[in-house]
């Protein structure tokens, strides 16, 4: 009997970099012209997405961008619910902050400044409560995380040593 297992062939770099500029545009005519086929890169390009080697390598490669920005997400939301608001703080005091100040500083936090007609300055922060839900959330889904109870030691312990 014949095996039905996929011979794995190997991809030429302009195969593998037609995937890559797939994964991220979504445009096989863009990602032909990216990979260097020049001529007739609209039908080359729907070709290409139809060879079964080429097919598995943009799904691998979908599948690594996914779990990237899954650990992306949780870091940010991370960096929400335990971030410092020092700088935002701080930069309420400034008269006239330099580019270059605001540029060092640390705003993660910051949803929205408003500096109304008055003079005053109005600085609106991310839900720091939302955040953690969201952590908690993903964690139930993921149990190699630690649990909410958790996340709020570690943000208790990032509060006390800021002072």
Do not use: H, W
């Not at 070709?47 to 390598?57: Q, T, V, W």
């Not at 020092?86 to 640390?106: F, G, I, Q, R």
């Amino acid at each position: 009997m014949k095996s039905l297992k996929k011979k794995k062939v190997a991809l030429s770099k302009r195969e593998k970099l037609f995937c890559l500029s797939f994964v991220n545009s979504l445009d096989a005519e863009l990602s032909a012209k990216e990979a260097g086929y020049t001529k007739n890169p609209k039908n080359k390009g729907q070709a290409l997405l139809l060879n079964s080697g080429i097919a598995d390598e943009i799904a691998r490669l979908k599948s690594l961008r996914e779990r990237a920005m899954k650990n992306s997400s949780v870091l940010g939301l991370e960096k929400l619910a335990f971030s410092s608001i020092s700088d935002a703080v701080s930069l309420l005091y400034m008269d006239s902050p330099t580019k270059e100040k605001l540029n060092s500083m640390d705003l993660f936090m910051v949803q929205e400044i408003k500096k109304p007609k008055d003079g005053a300055m109005e600085i609106k922060f991310f839900d720091r409560l939302k955040a953690l839900e969201k952590l908690s959330g993903l964690t139930t889904q993921n149990e190699s995380s630690g649990s909410l109870l958790d996340a709020i030691n570690l943000g208790a312990q990032n509060l006390q040593e800021e002072g």
